[in-house]
């Protein structure tokens, strides 16, 4: 990654080292998970560049300074890699996929009423970098969609709710949906009996943002009472998923270890040097976390 940034950035000096103190000012770190004390120890710094799209441990962690802002990684290859996660997940249970693989295990041929994806409702959580490319593919496919956010959006084609009045609303008789939140303060715990309540019979529920928003007992007791036929999960209150973990072997739940849109770092690379030229032009960084709202 840092012979990338010399790429895009030949007149700055990429450090892969800790600075000591006493070095010169080092204006941009890019962090990952970054150990305790890293961020404090860099003299001079001005602006933290995640190498995710979620910072929720930044946040939490303390490690990053009042004062410092943190850009989130957005990027096309996080928008498309999600968009292919979630519209696979999406067209093998809507097309019954899952069920004909457990079907051919026990050598049975049985057809299954087939139905089009103008006849499913799908709602999207979040209308974001990433929630939003997932509703225009849904659109397009002709799903009923529907997608819900703090704000209301305007998206061609869906039907948009916003607030947490209108969440129970938005999932209301759906027969997928797809969780695309920032976990904050607000959507922690949000994925819950109550909602899956709500949606229709059998329906199907896929996460691709975070295990937080997800209370596990609730979605197991959904499955075991067959209020959903399914989920597809990519991410975890722990990670990786302990092995003792009863989701490893529950046969409703199809597992990824967190793949669903990994970051690819030449168009990573690109985004955080192009928000490093804006910052040093003095125009304002794209993608800033606002810490009052959590993401
Ligand atoms: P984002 O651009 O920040 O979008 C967040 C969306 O959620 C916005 O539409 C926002 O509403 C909405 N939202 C936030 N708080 C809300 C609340 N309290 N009530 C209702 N809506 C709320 O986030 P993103 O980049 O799309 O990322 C989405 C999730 O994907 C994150 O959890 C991220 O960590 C996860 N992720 C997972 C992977 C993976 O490989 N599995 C990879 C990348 C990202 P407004 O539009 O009104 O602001």
């Known amino acids: 990654m840092a012979q990338l940034f010399r790429t895009e950035l030949p007149d700055f000096e990429v450090l892969t080292d800790q600075p000591q103190a006493g070095d010169a000012d080092v204006p941009f770190i890019v962090v990952g998970r970054p150990l305790p004390g890293v961020i404090r120890a860099v003299p001079g710094l001005k602006l933290v560049l995640s190498l995710n799209a979620g910072i929720e441990h930044l946040l939490a962690s303390g490690e990053v300074p009042e004062a410092l802002p943190i850009v989130r990684l957005v990027d096309e290859g996080l928008a498309l890699g999600?968009?292919?996660?979630?519209?696979?997940?999406?067209l093998a249970w809507h097309r019954?996929?899952?069920?004909?693989?457990?079907?051919?295990?026990?050598?049975?041929?049985?057809p299954l009423p087939e139905k089009l994806a103008n006849e499913r409702k799908v709602t999207v959580l979040g209308a974001g970098a990433l929630g939003r490319p997932v509703a225009d593919?849904?659109?397009?496919?002709?799903?009923?969609?529907?997608?819900?956010?703090?704000?209301?959006?305007d998206?061609?084609?869906?039907?948009?709710?916003?607030?947490?009045?209108?969440?129970?609303?938005?999932?209301?008789?759906?027969?997928?949906?797809?969780?695309?939140?920032?976990?904050?303060?607000?959507t922690?715990?949000?994925?819950?009996?109550?909602?899956?309540?709500?949606?229709?019979?059998?329906?199907?529920f896929i996460n691709g943002a975070r295990g937080g928003h997800v209370v596990d007992a609730d979605l197991?007791?959904?499955?075991?009472?067959?209020?959903?036929?399914?989920?597809?999960?990519?991410?975890?209150?722990?990670?990786?998923?302990?092995?003792?973990?009863?989701?490893?072997?529950?046969?409703?739940?199809?597992?990824?270890p967190h793949v669903a849109a990994p970051t690819h770092q030449h168009m990573a690379v690109k985004e955080m040097a192009a928000n490093i030229r804006r910052f040093e032009n003095g125009e304002p960084v794209l993608h800033a976390v606002d810490r009052s709202l959590g993401y």
């Open 82 to 90: 999600m968009a292919e996660w979630v519209l696979a997940q999406t």
């Open 96 to 110: 019954n996929l899952f069920h004909y693989t457990e079907l051919q295990a026990k050598g049975e041929w049985t």
């Open 137 to 153: 593919h849904l659109v397009r496919f002709g799903f009923d969609t529907r997608v819900w956010a703090r704000s209301r959006h």
């Open 155 to 186: 998206i061609a084609g869906a039907t948009t709710f916003a607030g947490a009045d209108q969440l129970i609303a938005s999932v209301r008789g759906s027969d997928i949906v797809i969780n695309l939140l920032p976990l904050t303060a607000q």
């Open 188 to 204: 922690a715990d949000i994925i819950d009996k109550a909602l899956f309540n709500a949606m229709a019979d059998g329906g199907f």
């Open 220 to 256: 197991i007791a959904a499955l075991d009472s067959r209020k959903l036929s399914g989920a597809a999960l990519d991410v975890f209150r722990v990670e990786p998923l302990p092995s003792e973990d009863p989701i490893w072997k529950h046969p409703k739940i199809r597992l990824s």
